[in-house]
């Protein structure tokens, strides 16, 4: 099985890096515009083989797509990342031209392959390869909510003081501080709705702690966070590979799920073989269902920026 991830910066190489440990591929494909940049990680990463005992040859190319021929799975996180101060709506334009072009080329030389988008605005860039590769929906998937999701548990860990392992919950709608949404009612730990074991002032601390969790990351470090989308990338790599049929949210094309249609957004989604597979519908209250479809007109007027 071979993959690919376009894009060797912060977020493609720790995809990368977490995909060769946990030896999902028995080749992996590094590419990246930057003459030599791809090349070099993926020396650097080829180097910890012995040290880490995996077993997967990682190899680096500069824009030369033939080398990602036959790839199951191509990850796509080429782009330009967020300042400080940044929107992630901001990147529209310039990340649209480079997430187009890309993908038109993996699927020159793959055309069996199962998209993951990770650049942003990513709701708005999933949308963009659904209408413009002409592929099945569901071997497009956007990662974002997989990410909010993690950060959700991370805080409500912090606020728990638990293990985040032990907690379930999802982060629906767009991927972007206003328009994400933490099911904070049907998050749990150990089973035990957390509704009944924080008050209600903390639990709304860690829904907004959540959505702002990248703004805080790129504040502190300057550009945005790799650690996390790299796992959360290879999170979803894994799931399909390995045909897991694991639960994640995704970025993926609606048709009439949770109230909408002809949009890219955030539910929760079983993800295998086949890319995703099945919408889960949690039932939302109306309240929800309202805060879901504010984040889908959010996104819809991104949207319509790739038509001007
Ligand atoms: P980075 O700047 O470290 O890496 C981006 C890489 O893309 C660079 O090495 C650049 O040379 C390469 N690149 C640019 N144009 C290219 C092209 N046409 N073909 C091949 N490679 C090209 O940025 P970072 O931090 O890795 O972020 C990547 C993207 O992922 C950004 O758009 C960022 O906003 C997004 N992101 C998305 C997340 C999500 O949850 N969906 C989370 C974190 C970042």
Request: charged share 20%; net charge negative.
């Amino acid at each position: 099985m071979k993959i690919t991830v376009v894009g060797a910066g912060a977020v493609g190489a720790t995809c990368a890096d977490n995909i060769a440990r946990k030896e999902l591929a028995e080749e992996l494909v590094l590419l990246d515009i930057k003459e030599g940049f791809a090349e070099g990680k993926a020396i650097d990463m080829m180097q910890t083989a012995t040290l880490l005992g995996f077993d997967t040859k990682i190899t680096g190319v500069t824009n030369d797509y033939s080398k990602t021929a036959g790839s199951a799975v191509a990850v796509i996180t080429s782009g330009l990342p967020r300042k400080p101060g940044m929107t992630r709506e901001e990147l529209i334009g310039i990340n649209a031209g480079i997430v187009k072009g890309v993908a038109e080329n993996i699927l020159k030389y793959s055309p069996d392959a199962i998209i993951i988008v990770i650049s942003n605005p990513m709701d708005t860039m999933t949308y963009l390869a659904l209408k413009s590769l002409g592929l099945p929906k569901n071997r497009i998937i956007g990662m974002g909510g997989t990410l909010d999701s993690a950060r959700f548990k991370y805080y409500l860990s912090v606020a728990l003081n638990c293990n985040s392992n032990d907690l379930q919950g999802f982060v629906i709608g767009g991927h972007g501080d206003t328009t994400m949404i933490p099911l904070t009612r049907y998050a749990t730990y150990q089973s035990l709705p957390v509704t009944e074991l924080l008050d209600k002032a903390t639990l709304a601390k860690v829904a907004a702690d959540t959505m702002v969790g990248g703004a805080t990351l790129t504040g502190l470090l300057g550009t945005s966070a790799w650690y996390a989308p790299g796992a959360a990338g290879a999170a979803l790599v894994e799931s399909i590979v390995r045909d897991e049929k694991k639960l994640f949210t995704c970025c993926v094309a609606l048709d009439g799920e949770y109230g909408q249609k002809d949009i890219c957004l955030g539910v929760p989604v079983i993800v295998g073989r086949n890319g995703w597979e099945k919408v889960i519908d949690y039932k939302l209250n109306e309240e929800e269902q309202a805060s879901f479809n504010k984040s889908a007109d959010a996104v819809r007027a991104m949207n319509s920026v790739l038509h001007d």
